[in-house]
């Protein structure tokens, strides 16, 4: 099992990237995915999720109506917008398949002026 994330950049507040993972080595539409975050000194979180079949998504509260999380299963790849960006969205960003507890090496995203 593999997960390569990709995507994170510098950013200004209000600023909007797409990080993507790419997976492989397992059957991709069967599993759920999750994107984390760690920010410096903070504890990994879960960003949000989405299922195996019917790619149904959640969220963690303080990204609701600003992340989607969506799945691409002909690609291997589940993608997280993210729209108006604040500074404490700042974090290094980590795909996750939690059955089996895989996770890529992450993606950086910075959000300042």
């Known amino acids: 099992v593999q997960l390569v994330e990709s995507g994170g950049a510098l950013v200004q507040p209000g600023g909007s990237l797409r990080l993507s993972c790419v997976a492989s080595g397992f059957t991709f539409g069967s599993y759920e995915l999750t994107w984390y975050r760690q920010a410096p000194g903070k504890e990994r979180e879960l960003v949000a999720a989405?299922?195996?079949?019917?790619?149904?998504?959640t969220y963690r509260y303080s990204v609701r109506g600003r992340f989607t999380i969506s799945r691409d299963n002909a690609k291997n790849t589940v993608y997280l917008q993210m729209n108006n960006l604040k500074p404490e969205d700042s974090a290094v960003y980590y795909c996750r398949r939690r059955v089996g507890n895989y996770w890529g090496q992450g993606t950086e995203v910075t959000v300042s002026s």
């Open positions: 989405i299922t195996s079949g019917d790619g149904n998504p």
